[in-house]
């Protein structure tokens, strides 16, 4: 018991009273707890600091936009996280993202040559700083694919109007015909939103949605940034909308698993902008 406690305590001299070898045992416990309890204090702060948040809209700041350039460019297949409250090389401010099927959502960089379904980070080497955010479903494992981005009204009235431009890219042509990436947007009360809900979507007119420029060919890679494979600056308002402070409005881009093989397509340069009364 005396090598148990020597060990334990760390003391140089056995020949201590028992009240003083009771006390630093206590003390010792005590300092443990504290130690434990700093732990979990900074675990809590980690998860905190990193928790989730939309993108608030104020009176000062009506505007956003994302070019998608941190994205990952690693081959290696990484777990989606929706919604942390700065960008990462899986996870965008703001953004969120889910399977039809309800699996979890992963992604990896590819320059179109990938044919697995996921959510992919697209650019035209592995390693290329200019990125899309892209989609290829896959009946087994993802079935349809979506994401989107959410706002928080943060200002003291109603806002009314959104204005939308982003780049269509097509990565990959597949064998299926006419793949179309469409947009549509919803509001929600506070912290009701999610990307995979049912109803409720609006859809713009179809001259907002990404339509596959390059279709039925050959199963292979296609570079995003040709001009041949790409439509610059897609744009679209929507005008008459009760979007009230506290809400929030999300939006949704759709990539509907065809009965073939799907096109790899994608997002770049996506711009928002809300207008109030």
Same mark, same amino acid.
């Given at each position: ?96 993202? &889910?399977?039809?099927?309800? *699996?979890?959502?992963? #992604?990896?960089?590819?320059? @179109?040559?990938?044919?697995?379904? %996921?959510? =992919? ?110 439509? &610059?600056?897609?744009?679209? *308002?929507?005008?008459? #909308?009760?979007?009230?402070? @506290?809400?929030?409005?999300?939006? %949704?881009? =759709? ?23």
């Amino acid at each position: 018991m005396t090598s148990t406690l020597n060990k334990e305590i760390g003391l140089a001299d056995i020949s201590t009273r028992r009240d003083r070898i009771l006390v630093r045992t206590a003390s010792k416990r005590n300092n443990s707890m504290n130690r434990v309890t700093l732990v979990t204090i900074s675990l809590a702060s980690m998860l905190t600091m990193q928790a989730s948040a939309d993108i608030n809209l104020t009176a000062d700041s009506l505007s956003y936009s994302q070019d998608f350039d941190g994205l990952t460019r690693s081959g290696t297949e990484t777990k989606w996280v929706d919604n942390l409250d700065s960008d990462t090389a899986f996870s965008l401010n703001g953004w969120h993202a &889910a399977y039809e099927n309800g *699996k979890p959502v992963y #992604i990896r960089a590819s320059n @179109g040559g990938s044919t697995g379904g %996921r959510l =992919y980070s697209y650019g035209i080497r592995q390693a290329s700083s200019e990125r899309a955010l892209g989609s290829l479903p896959t009946s087994g494992k993802t079935k349809d694919v979506m994401f989107g981005v959410a706002f928080v009204n943060k200002t003291e009235g109603r806002l009314s109007e959104i204005r939308i431009s982003y780049d269509g890219e097509q990565w990959r042509e597949g064998s299926s015909k006419n793949n179309i990436l469409k947009l549509s947007y919803q509001i929600f009360s506070p912290e009701k939103g999610s990307i995979n809900a049912k109803s409720g979507w609006i859809e713009f007119n179809k001259s907002a949605h990404f339509n596959s420029p390059k279709d039925g060919g050959n199963s292979e890679k296609q570079n995003g940034n040709y001009k041949k494979n790409r439509v &610059a600056n897609i744009s679209v *308002k929507a005008n008459n #909308i009760k979007w009230n402070a @506290g809400d929030e409005l999300w939006i %949704r881009f =759709y990539d509907n698993d065809s009965p073939t093989t799907d096109h790899g397509m994608a997002v770049d340069n996506f711009n928002f902008t809300a207008k109030g009364d």
